[in-house]
């Protein structure tokens, strides 16, 4: 019999707790959406381990942490809201005894930020055996995959605190499923309706299994140990924990890893379509995606966009860390000195501490601090990976220009965001993207220019884009960039971050009425 507990360092304090909101002009960036990892290793530690490849994977979600740990009986879950390092602490993870584990690190997608909706989720069947699954990316028919589980009894619209996640939907159909057949089986006969973004690691007491989308949005990859396998978001992970990389999870895949070994089953055909995002920005630059460094590709990104949008200046500059490997690519492509005029704070980020109305004045101030003596009196070319709302770069021009900068030229990594991402990316709505709704490209360009007030604007174009990644054009998505969406979107009432807080509402709100209309009057 599986027994599932799901600990939390404080309930009542923390399950209202919204996270702070960070100043406005630092909510700018895409949110990243999720990490999730898996460890098979009888004979190590593997709460530990995973903590470790959750650590490594922090930069992909810091909304909520969690792990789960089986030992052949029962299935045990710790998540909580927060960064790894607050949810986790040395004697949690010494009573998370067992052979196999998963942990997820969150950025909500679809959602609210609630305890609740913290990974991995967990599922018991009516056979007794529990599951607990982590989820990367986003799908697309929430709503529909919801309105099933509901009619077979899965997703009480009254429960309440209910997650509401499409994670939790697929979790609530896999164990279901799983019922009358393996784990694996309900797995394949369950994958291939899920439609969107889908990178899942998950368990039961004895194995660990691993599945990727038919697109390949997410990635996903495997590695070995001395004793044991592991499955990653990113190949940095597998690094820290000190794997060995194998390969890539396949589009369409699902890995089974038990006593037995690894057992690989298609559910779908392949379609890769990779995110040329997490070239660009949300993957590590210590990572490598289809066999391309992403630190690489960055690098290259700069020396294109140097070749085509050059700029007479003194010294290039990365709008730290994200805008670092172009710059440097930047610098080197036009022969224009590469230096550090803007030093970052490390400490800036998400927080259960509301920020006072005193410190979301600084803005921007809180996260970056010009190099005044650096540079004073020069030209600049500031290297950024994109723009999103246009926020950041607003007040960094602002900033530099109060410290002496003669000219400033800003240099963007990533084409012009114009389109939402529906596949595990929180973009801002299509009316706040700063890119959006231009006639043309250069009414586009002179409208971005002239809000953020640089002297001049240049973004690398797509194709160069994808050039830099040296994948196949026809293999990676570029939504955002391009409006073409590889997988086919639903009436858009139907999807969106809240979309099961709306149905779960609407399904109070009947059963309310319905109670209401039974009961007799006084």
């Known amino acids: 019999m599986t027994t599932h507990t799901s600990s939390k360092s404080d309930v009542t304090s923390t399950e209202d707790l919204v996270l702070g909101a960070a100043p406005d002009e630092i909510e ?42 089986g030992d052949g009986r029962q299935v ?66 929430t709503a529909e995959l919801a309105a099933r589980a509901r009619e077979v009894g899965l997703l009480g619209g009254r429960r309440k605190k209910a997650a ?61 140990l001395d004793r044991g396998w592991v499955v990653a978001s990113e190949t940095a992970a597998l690094d820290i924990v000190g794997a060995s990389f194998v390969r890539e999870i396949e589009p369409g895949e699902l890995l089974a890893i038990d006593a037995d070994g690894v057992r690989s089953m298609r559910f779908a055909s392949p379609e890769p379509k990779g995110c040329v995002f997490e070239f660009v920005y949300l993957a590590r630059p210590d990572s490598t995606i289809s066999g391309r460094s992403v630190h690489a590709t960055r690098v290259e990104i700069g020396r294109r966009l140097a070749k085509q949008h050059p700029a ?20 080197q492509g036009s022969g224009i000195p590469y230096g550090q005029g803007l030093m970052k704070n490390a400490y800036v980020g998400r927080t259960f501490i509301q920020p006072s109305q005193t410190i979301r004045q600084l803005g921007i101030r809180l996260k970056l601090n010009p190099l005044r003596d650096v540079i004073r009196g020069k030209r600049l070319v500031v290297v950024d990976d994109s723009i999103v709302r246009g926020n950041t770069q607003r007040a960094l021009v602002r900033m530099l220009r109060e410290a002496g900068a003669l000219e400033i030229h800003v240099r963007i990594a990533s084409p012009p965001v114009k389109w939402p991402c529906f596949y595990g990316i929180d973009f801002a709505s299509p009316a706040e993207l700063v890119a959006n709704g231009a ?24 194709d160069e884009m994808v050039a830099a990644t040296e994948q196949p054009s026809s293999r990676l998505c570029r939504a955002c960039f391009d409006g073409e969406y590889p997988i086919e979107l639903p009436h858009d009432s139907r999807i969106g971050k809240n979309v099961l807080e709306a149905l779960y509402e609407s399904t109070v709100g009947d059963a309310s009425a319905k109670e209401s209309q039974a009961t007799p009057q006084s």
């Not at 530690?45 to 969690?66: C, F, N, P, S």
């Open 76 to 141: 045990l879950v710790f998540k909580d809201l927060g960064l790894v390092s607050q949810v986790f602490d040395e004697q949690t993870l010494v009573a998370m005894r067992g052979h196999v584990a998963v942990g997820h690190c969150r950025y909500s997608t679809t959602g609210a930020t609630t305890w609740e909706n913290a990974q991995p989720i967990f599922r018991t069947t009516t056979a007794g055996t529990g599951i607990a699954l982590g989820h990367n990316g986003n799908l697309v028919n």
């Open 28 to 69: 700018n960036e895409p949110r990243e959406e999720c990490g999730v990892f898996g460890v098979w290793a009888p004979g190590e530690d593997v709460a530990k381990m995973t903590y470790y490849g959750l650590y490594a994977l922090q930069h992909r979600g810091q909304e909520a942490a969690g792990i789960a740990v």
């Open 439 to 462: 006639d043309s490209v250069q009414e586009m360009l002179e409208a971005v220019r002239s809000s953020i007030g640089a002297d001049s604007l240049g973004y690398i174009s797509v």
């Open 312 to 331: 007479v200046a003194d010294l290039v500059i990365p709008v730290p860390e994200s805008g670092t490997p172009a710059a440097v690519g930047y610098a």
């Open 164 to 224: 509401t996640t499409d994670s939790d939907v697929v979790a609530a159909l896999l164990a279901y499923t799983a019922t009358d057949t393996t784990v694996e089986q309900a797995a394949m006969e369950l994958f291939p309706q899920l439609k969107g973004a889908f990178c899942l690691t998950f368990m039961d007491e004895n194995t660990l299994y691993a599945a990727r989308d038919p697109h390949g949005v997410r990635p996903l990859c495997l590695g070995r």
